[in-house]
Antibody, heavy 125, light 110 residues
């Protein structure tokens, strides 16, 4: 069974740092791109960052660019999100998600499945 | 303000058919496939529809997706009480070079 388990969340002061981890099992981690998606309390889903299979290519939402860094350790089946210069608006439940890709009827199709259960990050003084 | 636009709420009675819309632009829905996620209260999002209209195994055929131009729709037929959840659309955006989500639609089964 494919499983994703996030950890590392907690309470941090504005301007502080936090490192999230996502431990993967049940699939060949090194063969799949991965993502971080967050959800602020009572709000919708917001994509945060993505990374390719090797870690060479990374992608970021404008809201976190320059402050967050995504990385992965394929030898340990683990995805990371280093979050610096945290702000109150970064308070959210952070999910990791497996990035799947197929070509269906000649069309490249991407989707997230599965998602982890999330880890809560609270930025407050 | 989400890049993809969804109605904040929708409702229906058991057995009814409801649709949820998702409006975007040429840089996302207009040129990329759309996915839909279901989020039951207090749980993580779950894939419901991928590639505009493909259902993962285990998803009932009561759920269907479609896309036309820069808009997509999720239809739920034979509405059941357990369908009460938040539904979000998503697509890759070529201009932003990232994924964009709708703000989510809270479905209430009356």
């Amino acid at each position: 069974e494919v499983q994703l388990l996030e950890s590392g969340g907690g309470l941090v002061q504005p301007g502080g740092s936090l490192r999230l981890s996502c431990s993967a099992s049940g699939f060949t981690f090194s063969s799949y791109a991965m993502n971080w998606v967050r959800q602020a309390p009572g709000k919708g889903l917001e994509w945060v960052s993505g990374i390719d299979t090797s870690g060479t290519s990374t992608y970021y939402a404008d809201s976190v660019k320059g402050r967050f860094t995504i990385s992965r350790d394929n030898s340990k089946n683990t995805l990371f999100l280093q979050m610096n210069s945290l702000r109150a608006e970064d308070t959210a439940l952070y999910y990791c998600a497996k990035w799947n890709r197929l070509t269906i009827f000649g069309v490249v199709t991407d989707w997230f499945d599965p998602w982890g259960q999330g880890t809560l990050v609270t930025v407050s003084s | 303000q989400s890049v993809l636009t969804q109605p904040p709420s929708a409702s229906g009675t058991p057995g009814q058919r409801v649709t949820i819309s998702c409006s975007g632009s040429n840089s996302n829905i207009g040129s990329k496939t759309v996915n839909w996620y279901q989020q039951l209260p207090g749980t993580a999002p779950k894939l419901l529809i991928y590639g505009n209209n493909q259902r993962p195994s285990g998803v009932p055929d009561r759920f269907s997706g479609s896309k036309s131009g820069t808009s997509a729709s999720l239809a739920i037929s034979g509405l059941q009480s357990e369908d009460e959840a938040d539904y979000s659309c998503a697509a890759w955006d070529d201009r932003l070079k990232g994924w964009v989500f709708g703000g989510g639609t809270k479905l209430t089964v009356l």
